[in-house]
Each structure stands twice: as structure tokens, then as C-alpha cells.
């Protein structure tokens, strides 16, 4: 929640949403600076720093967090969010007013604030599966405040101003394999200590899988042999997607207490209207589902703080998605063995495979100018039948690929791209959504900007080595604290949910509650194509598509959010 202080001269009103983990560090620099402190929390502190400091104070904050500041002398509120985005922060622009909260919903309700929906965000999220991505949302009178941004409203004339404070240093630095293997391992040790600063129960989410595994392992590092541990873990009732053993064998590293959950397609239908309402936009996957129902778990086991292995994969490079951009990387150098090597030796899930790989490289590598002419020959149709192109067209949306969007030409431009506006800004909103709905924080320790600026300055074959191992760098930094053979895993299931049977166990619901009540009222979409593909899919006539997931996803958000597609 939003914790209201205002300094003793009057001057400043700051409202503060968040947690920072330094600020007893903080709170010591600033009583040598002459500030007397009447509380323990944060945020004193923090008002205490901006009025020694100003905008510079945000440099010196390890944590999350969105502030609103009032300055009176200056006649400005300026809008602050950290350096990635963990804590949300949006902003409406109405006739005779501004307005900025941590959710969408209270902004839809203010006089001048309509229900648009943005056509081009709904566009990049049925066609490509991206949100989250730049400073929109799939409303068109509600932007975001960037991650690493603040804003500058002017309380007289209304104008906002938006601009980047988080500046990181990026630039490349020489070190050994061995010796960035001990740095991150000494930063990321000590990045989940301090995250571990806290006077409320405290837990972890457990996939099983290496980021996960290493949280709960560095925790009982920092903590030492005293304290029980508790983790929460989604087990999936396929076979082929549990990772039960594999969280048996860190909760047991860990010594760790842990609660499972499991989920269903009749509880995905009975809960999805308030999971919608909970994310305030469409969402990319079931997968969400999972991770409510773990925060609906620890808040059962009367856990407020749950430590979240975020960012580690757009850190580390741990998508086999990525593994193009670096034969790219190769390929541009001319080592095109080396290239090889590395798409054939890579862990590929059943969908992609060395050819996939090999392909993606070679497709980046060409020039933005050709992009759309590549597109028209890979999609000569034209665009899917479920997509009404006409009324995108008709609101100046361009189906052609964002050039900005496919810059894969090295492994570091594909991570910084993840980082900053793919991959990343979603999960973040997930989590954040997905959590404060059942009043947890969710702290996520590889986003710690000490640990994130030095690893995002290291040579890419660090990251993904010779062999096409991908987290390289990272798997060496945790011998010895995290079981070989969790380190020594290749493969990557995550919170996965079983999308085609939940589908088929679903169809009835979705073709008669989802999309039957929705005939007609979102315009992009052709519904009567969408109803066919999932008749095909659920007699096998073709595989599963995230896009469908999109199209029900979009229409639900649409009726719930009374979303105006005029």
C-alpha cells in the first residue's frame, strides 16, 4: 500500500509504494547528514534522502518501489518507479486532471478516462504474445510509467514530462570465467540475504528448476542452520511436466519445508474472471494460474514474503529461444562450426530443434530494410483468419514486424531486449498482480542492480557456451551450494500447465460461456474462426497455439473491463 509522509518544513509530500532493503544503511548515512528519525520503516527514510538528495537519492535505493513525490516550492509531483519495473505505476491524462496509481482499474473510473482499448497493443499481444513492452497498455487513456523512468507533472499546467534515471553502466569488462563465477556468486549470496530483511514470515516459490533451486540453497546459506525455511511448489499432474523430484532434491539441499499445489482446468474455469480482473490486461499463459494458486497457497501457510526467482533467465540467458542469437553472434564472425555446434549440442524442447536454430540465426541477420519483404514471402496468406486485419487497418495499426523488436544479430542486443521490453516486464507484472492479490510481497533477488549491471557487462560465451549450455556462468558460480545435478540439468518445464487437455476438458465452457456471449463485441477478432481452430485442436486436426489462448483471453478481459473497441 501506498504509505503517506510529509517532511517537517513542509516542503515535500511523498507517497511510497514498495520495499527497499538498504534503507537501514541509508537511514545511518543520513543521520550524519543531521536527520532525526521518530520510526523504524523505510519510508522516513526515504523522504529523508530526497530532501538531502532529490532525484539523485533513487541511485542509492537497492529495491523495488513507485514514488510519488510532491515538491511545493517547485510546483511538480514527480512519479518514480525502480530501476526494472517489480513495483507498477501508471498514469492517465484526463481534460482537467492527472492521475497515476499502482493499477489500471482505478484510473477507468475517473471522469474523462475512457475504456478504449489501444489497437495496437491489442495487435503486438494476438499477434506476437507481447505486453508489458514500452510505455502502453491495452488501454488507450492509461500509459505506464517505464521501468527505471520517472515522470514530472506540473501541477499548474498538467504537463508530464517522462525520462530514464536508471542509467547502467553496459559497457563490456575483461574477466575471467572463473573469477565472474565467483563475483556473481558472492552478489547473489548476498543479494538474497538482504532480501531476506524482514519482521513477517517468510518463504520461497520452488519450481525444481535451477533459479528456483538456487534462491531456496542461498537462503539457507544466509540463514544458516537455525531457521525452517518454507517453499511453496506447483506440481502439474502430467508426468511430463512435474518437476516433483527435482524440488524434493532442493527442498532436501535446502533443508525446507514444502507445500504443494496442484491445478485443474474445472479451477482455471471457476477461478479465470477473477485472475483478469486481478491483472487488469491480458496475460500471456496458464502458466499465471499456476503461480496465483502458489501465492494462494503461501498466504494460506500464513507467509507475507515470498522470494521469486524472476529475471534470472533474461539475466543468464536461460531460454532455449536465445540460442539463435548467439549462432548468430558466430555466424557474423564468420564461425560458422562454431555456430553448429552449438544449435546441435543446445537442449531444444520438442518444438524447436538444431535447423530451427540454425534458421532463426540467419533470418536475424537480415537487414531491417528486408523485414517485410521476408514476412510477405514467410506469410503469403496474408494474416490469420481469426485476425479482422480491416479494422486494424482502419486505425492506422501495421501488421509488419517493429524492426526494434527482432534484434537478435548477438545474444547480449537479444538479452538486453528481453530485459528491458519483452520477457521481463511481463513476468514482473504477473508476479506483482498475482501476489499483492493476496497481500504477499514477492521479492525477486536476481534483480538486484549490483548483481544485473555486472553480469549484463559480460561476454556473451559466458552466458551461452561452446556446447550450448545456456546459464554457463551461473551453473559454476553454485557448486557447492546447489546439488550438481540440479545444476547439471538441461531442460526447462517452469509453472507449465497441460493447455490442450485443460482445452479439450474446457471446450463446452469456452464455446458456450466464453465466446458465445461474446459475439460480436470485440471487433478484431473473427469469433467463427477462433470456434473452428478450437474444434480442430481438440480432435487433433492441429496443434495447440498460444494464440488461442490470446483470442479467449482477449475476449473475457474485454467483457469483465467493459472495454469500448469503437
Known amino acids: 500500500g501506498w504509505q503517506p509522509m510529509t517532511s517537517a518544513d513542509g516542503r515535500l509530500t511523498m507517497i511510497f509504494n514498495g520495499e527497499i532493503y538498504n534503507y537501514i544503511e541509508l537511514r545511518v548515512e543520513l543521520e550524519r547528514h543531521g536527520y532525526k528519525f521518530h520510526s523504524s520503516g523505510d519510508a522516513e527514510v526515504l523522504l ?111 504537463s508530464v514530462e517522462q525520462r530514464r534515471w536508471y542509467e547502467p553502466d553496459l559497457s563490456p569488462i575483461a574477466v575471467s570465467i572463473s573469477d565472474a563465477a565467483t563475483t556473481i556468486r558472492d552478489l547473489f549470496v548476498a543479494s538474497v540475504r538482504i532480501h531476506l530483511r524482514s519482521d513477517v514470515p517468510i518463504g520461497t516459490a520452488l519450481s525444481g528448476g535451477i533459479d528456483s533451486s538456487a534462491i531456496i540453497c542461498a537462503m539457507r546459506e544466509a540463514l544458516g542452520t537455525g531457521p525452517t525455511i518454507h517453499a511453496v511448489s506447483y506440481v502439474a499432474d502430467d508426468p511430463l511436466l512435474s518437476e516433483a523430484r527435482w524440488m524434493d532434491l532442493a527442498a532436501s539441499a535446502a533443508r525446507a519445508e514444502v507445500t504443494e499445489v496442484t491445478a485443474s482446468a474445472s479451477e482455471l474455469a471457476a477461478d479465470l474472471d477473477q485472475l483478469i480482473k486481478v491483472q487488469g490486461e491480458p496475460f500471456g499463459s496458464t502458466s499465471i494460474y499456476a503461480q496465483y494458486r502458489v501465492f494462494e497457497a503461501a498466504r494460506g501457510r500464513g507467509i507475507k514474503v515470498m522470494l521469486d526467482g524472476q529475471g534470472a533467465d533474461e539475466l543468464f540467458a536461460g531460454y532455449a529461444s536465445l540460442v539463435p542469437a548467439r549462432c548468430a553472434a558466430l555466424l557474423r564472425r564468420g564461425r560458422v562450426a562454431a555456430a553448429i555446434r552449438v544449435a546441435r549440442r543446445a537442449y531444444s524442447p520438442p518444438s524447436l530443434s538444431p535447423r530451427w536454430h540454425l534458421t532463426r540465426a540467419a533470418a536475424s541477420l537480415v537487414p531491417n530494410r528486408d523485414v517485410q519483404a521476408l514476412q510477405r514471402i514467410m506469410n503469403r496468406g496474408g494474416p490469420p483468419p481469426w485476425l479482422n486485419d480491416d479494422w486494424l487497418s482502419l486505425r492506422n495499426v501495421s501488421s509488419a514486424l517493429d524492426p526494434s523488436l527482432r534484434d537478435g544479430t548477438t545474444l547480449r542486443r537479444a538479452l538486453d531486449l528481453a530485459f528491458d521490453r519483452t520477457s521481463l516486464p511481463a513476468l514482473l507484472r504477473y508476479e506483482d498482480r498475482n501476489s499483492m492479490a493476496v497481500s504477499i510481497e514477492s521479492r525477486v533477488p536476481f534483480l538486484d542492480p549490483r548483481l544485473v549491471e555486472f553480469v549484463r557487462r559480460l561476454p556473451e560465451e559466458y552466458l551461452i557456451d561452446r556446447d550450448g549450455t545456456t546459464k554457463s556462468v551461473f551453473r559454476r558460480a553454485l557448486r557447492g551450494l546447489v546439488p550438481d545435478s540440479l545444476i547439471d540439468r538441461r531442460d526447462k518445464i517452469g509453472f507449465a500447465t497441460p493447455e490442450q487437455k485443460w482445452l479439450r476438458t474446457l471446450k463446452p465452457w469456452i464455446q458456450d460461456d466464453v465466446l458465445g456471449a461474446a459475439a460480436g463485441s470485440v471487433p478484431v477478432l473473427h469469433l467463427a474462426a477462433v470456434r473452428r481452430e478450437i474444434d480442430e485442436v481438440v480432435t487433433g486436426g492441429r496443434p495447440f497455439g498460444w494464440h488461442l489462448w490470446r483470442c479467449l483471453n482477449l475476449v473475457r478481459w474485454s467483457e469483465l473491463m467493459d472495454v469500448s473497441w469503437e
Open 48 to 158: 529523508a534522502a530526497w530532501h538531502q538528495w532529490g532525484e539523485a537519492s533513487l541511485t542509492r535505493f537497492v529495491g523495488m518501489f513507485a514514488i510519488a513525490i510532491l515538491d511545493l516550492h517547485e510546483r511538480r509531483v514527480t512519479l518514480a518507479r525502480d530501476p526494472f519495473g517489480i513495483k507498477p505505476l501508471f498514469i492517465a491524462t484526463a481534460p482537467t486532471a492527472v492521475a497515476f496509481a499502482s493499477e489500471i482499474s482505478p484510473l477507468l473510473e475517473l471522469p474523462g478516462v475512457s475504456r478504449r482499448a489501444n489497437a495496437d497493443a491489442v495487435h503486438d499481444y494476438l499477434r506476437l504474445g507481447l505486453t508489458d513492452h514500452g510505455d502502453a497498455t491495452c488501454f488507450a487513456d492509461v500509459q505506464v510509467v517505464s521501468p527505471g523512468h520517472l515522470a514530472r507533472i506540473g501541477v499548474d499546467d498538467l
